[in-house]
């Protein structure tokens, strides 16, 4: 069964560090795209970033530019999200999405896993 | 502020039918496939409708999409009480993914 399991959303001040973490399962995650998707409260879900299947190529959001790095470990079929300078507008849930290689549509996501920046 | 328009609130009776918007320009959804997800806060999202009219597996053909030009539609006929979620349209534009602001479905 395909599963994509979020971790290490946690409660942090403005200007720290967090790291996501997406755990894939039930398929090979080296043959695909993977993204990061986000929900703040009360909002609609916004693309935060994407990484290709070998983590050669990327992209963001202009919000999280220069903030943000998706990078992934394909041995430990693990996708992740480091964020730094958070902001109290970062606060969310954050989802991790599978598109498959050709494909433009989210084949499968997570549950999400909540960040809230405040001091 | 959503590069995807979408109105926010759309209502039906139970077994009515109805449809939500999404409008774009000609770099997004004039020039790239369309898809349609429900989504209920903090669940995971559930794909309804890809490549502007394909349905995947599972998904009943309550669900339809279209596309012309630079807007896509969602269709749902015969509603149901399940069907009361947040419904967003999402497209490529480039290297960047575009989600339309969301429209709330309440089954009346």
């Known amino acids: 069964d395909v599963q994509l399991v979020e971790s290490g959303g946690d409660l942090v001040q403005p200007g720290g560090s967090l790291r996501l973490s997406c755990a894939a399962s039930?398929?090979?995650?080296?043959?695909?795209?993977m993204h990061w998707v986000r929900q703040a409260p009360g909002k609609g879900l916004v693309w935060v970033s994407r990484?290709?299947?070998?983590?050669?190529?990327?992209s963001y959001a202009d919000s999280v530019k220069g903030r943000f790095t998706i990078f992934r470990d394909n041995a430990k079929n693990t996708l992740y999200l480091q964020m730094n300078s958070l902001r109290v507008e970062d606060t969310a849930v954050y989802y991790c999405?599978?598109?498959?290689?050709?494909?433009?549509?989210?084949?499968?996501w997570g549950q999400g896993t909540l960040v809230t920046v405040s001091s | 502020q959503s590069v995807l328009t979408q109105p926010p609130s759309v209502s039906a009776a139970p077994g009515q039918k109805v449809t939500i918007s999404c409008s774009g320009s000609?770099?997004?959804?004039?020039?790239?496939?369309v898809s349609w997800y429900q989504h209920l806060p903090g669940t995971a999202p559930k794909l309804l409708i890809y490549?502007?009219?394909k349905r995947p597996s599972g998904i009943p053909d309550r669900f339809s999409g279209s596309k012309s030009g630079t807007s896509a539609t969602l269709g749902i006929t015969g509603l149901q009480s399940g069907d009361e979620a947040d419904y967003y349209c999402?497209?490529?534009?480039?290297?960047?993914?575009?989600f339309g602001g969301g429209t709330k479905l309440t089954v009346l």
């Open positions: 999405g599978r598109v498959g290689n050709g494909a433009f549509y989210f084949e499968k």
């Open positions: 039930g398929f090979t995650f080296s043959n695909y795209w």
């Open positions: 990484i290709n299947s070998d983590g050669s190529r990327t």
């Open positions: 000609s770099s997004d959804i004039g020039n790239n496939y």
């Open positions: 490549d502007n009219n």
């Open positions: 999402v497209t490529w534009d480039n290297s960047l993914v575009l």
